[in-house]
Every structure is written in structure tokens, then in C-alpha cells.
């Protein structure tokens, strides 16, 4: 005489119900967009240290032609004083070539700047450690030195600053409507489930159950359903930054190569932030599914 195996009861809601399918690709998506803003803060970050860094250890001084006097006696004057300049690491005087170049964006074919007097441009590094006292030297070029000026790319620094100030709080807020998204889905999700299910949930009911009995065999599924959700977001999210990192140009490539690469020293830090996504949907898959189930079973009873 054979002895069937014992029936396993079926679970409140099915695995493959619509709102559990529904919720399962919306997540999804939400993730891979918060693996896309949380990356995009990291390499906004990494971005402008580097670019400001770059200004910071570096100033232009410009001489430009004054009347009466020899502009190359005023570039060895200007260079005189950078020898002697406390910080100051070394210079580099440039050519007049080099100065058509950089007026080309704003005025054109260099060919067209033959016969405009290019002002001549000293290249300076300063140490990191030990910067010179900048409002000293552009005072001291301005004595000696006719027709100099100092760069010290401030202006810039300032600028990039804000920049990546106004992008990292757009970051911050699509974070954050993400998460509230994330929380009406779910919120949405556990109702219709419940919802399509709620025979099941009177006769538990009926038979004892306790609301908490309940509550613990459904958010199970959605626990599963946020965590799938957040992998899947995550290695979209990854490899998106793959293929970015193929595609963009020579210039833009170093930084992004750096947040993906194994080999880089904030490799824990990169992969953290965006291995945060997952954990944080799936404890918002579990918090929000328990408390909204145990509030609709509350209103069940």
C-alpha cells in the first residue's frame, strides 16, 4: 500500500500573482534609476575633485603688448618674478601658437589671428602643500611687469563648485522620489494582492488566525520581490556603466574607468553605494508590505 506524501498548503498569494509580476518590473526599473543617481553622485564627486584639484595646482600669468615697450623683456621680467616666488613649483612659458589655439573657440581659424598681438602666456605650477600668496605675486607682477595679469582659475573652481552642488541635489531628489515611489508601489501592490486573496484571508480568519500568522506568509513574497528587484536593478545599473565607460570619449573614460575597475583604491566605496540599492529595496519592500498588511488586516477582521 502506498502512502502519498503529504499536500504542502499553496501560499496566500500566488508567486506568479499580477500585482507581485507588476511590482516585480516597476522595482526593478526603479532600482536600475537609483543605481544610475547613486553612481552619478559618486562620479559628480570624483569629477570635480579632480578637475579642481587640477586648477588649484595650477595659474596662468599673461603678458600682453604694451605700447613702447618689448614684450619679450616683460616676459623675462614676469619670469624673474616667478623665480622668485615663494610655492611657486615651476613655469612654463608657452608659445604664440599655443595662445592662437586657445583664442580659436572664440575668434576662429588661427589663420585669421596672424596679425593680432598674441598675448604670451607663462604656465606656472604651484606646490599643493605650500600655494604662494597669490594677491602678493599679482601685485608684484603688476609693479614689474607691464602688461601682466594672474590667473589663478578661481573663477572656474567657483563654477564647477556650483555646478556639482545643483547636480548632486537633483541627484539627492531623484533618490528621494524613487524611495516614495517605491512606497506607493508597494503599498499599491500589497492592497491588490490582498485584495484578489481576500476569501483566503476570511477563512483564516474564521479558523483563528492571527493577523500577524497572516501577515508573516505574505510579506515573505514581497520581501523576495524587492530583493530580486534590487540585484536585478543593480547589475543593469553596473552594466551600464560598463558600456559607458566603452563609449565615452578618451577624457571622460579615466574617471568612470576608476569607479568600475577592480584594481582602484575606492573600489569597496563604489560597489558599496551602488550594492546599497538592493538592501534598502528590499527593507523598503519589508517594512512598508508588514505595516500595510497588518493596517488592511486590521480592516478585514
Known amino acids: 500500500m502506498s502512502v502519498s506524501p503529504p499536500h504542502r498548503p499553496e501560499p496566500i498569494i500566488p508567486p506568479r500573482a499580477a500585482p507581485l509580476r507588476t511590482l516585480t518590473i516597476a522595482m526593478t526599473v526603479m532600482c536600475y534609476l537609483a543605481c544610475l543617481a547613486a553612481g552619478a553622485l559618486v562620479l559628480i564627486d570624483r569629477s570635480v575633485d579632480s578637475w579642481t584639484g587640477d586648477l588649484a595646482r595650477e ?19 614676469a619670469m624673474g618674478v616667478l623665480e622668485g616666488t615663494n610655492g611657486v613649483r615651476s613655469f612654463t612659458l608657452l608659445n604664440e601658437e599655443a595662445g592662437r589655439k586657445l583664442l580659436e573657440p572664440w575668434l576662429g581659424d588661427a589663420g585669421d589671428l596672424a596679425d593680432l598681438p598674441i598675448p604670451r602666456l607663462i604656465a ?68 491588490a494582492a490582498l485584495e484578489a486573496n481576500r476569501e483566503i484571508v476570511a477563512v483564516l480568519h474564521l479558523v483563528g488566525a492571527r493577523d500577524r500568522f497572516i501577515a508573516r506568509q505574505v510579506w515573505r513574497r514581497f520581501l523576495k520581490t524587492g530583493f530580486t528587484a534590487g540585484v536585478v536593478g543593480f547589475l543593469l545599473g553596473l552594466l551600464t556603466f560598463l558600456l559607458a565607460v566603452v563609449a565615452a570619449p578618451d577624457r571622460f573614460a579615466s574617471i568612470q574607468r576608476e569607479f568600475v575597475a577592480l584594481s582602484s583604491d575606492r573600489v569597496a566605496v563604489n560597489y558599496a553605494v551602488l550594492a546599497a540599492v538592493p538592501a534598502v529595496a528590499t527593507l523598503i519592500s519589508l517594512i512598508t508590505s508588514r505595516l500595510t498588511l497588518l493596517r488592511i488586516l486590521r480592516d478585514l477582521r
Open 59 to 77: 595659474i596662468t600669468v599673461q603678458i600682453r603688448e604694451v605700447e613702447g615697450r618689448k614684450i619679450e623683456d616683460e616676459v623675462k621680467r
Open 124 to 191: 606656472v605650477t604651484v606646490a599643493p602643500d605650500a600655494s604662494p600668496d597669490f594677491a602678493a605675486l599679482e601685485k608684484k607682477l603688476a609693479e614689474d611687469v607691464a602688461g601682466a595679469s594672474l590667473d589663478t582659475h578661481r573663477h572656474w573652481q567657483g563654477e564647477l563648485t556650483r555646478m556639482a552642488h545643483v547636480l548632486t541635489t537633483l541627484a539627492y531628489a531623484i533618490l528621494f522620489l524613487i524611495c516614495i515611489c517605491a512606497v506607493a508601489m508597494v503599498v499599491f501592490a500589497t492592497r
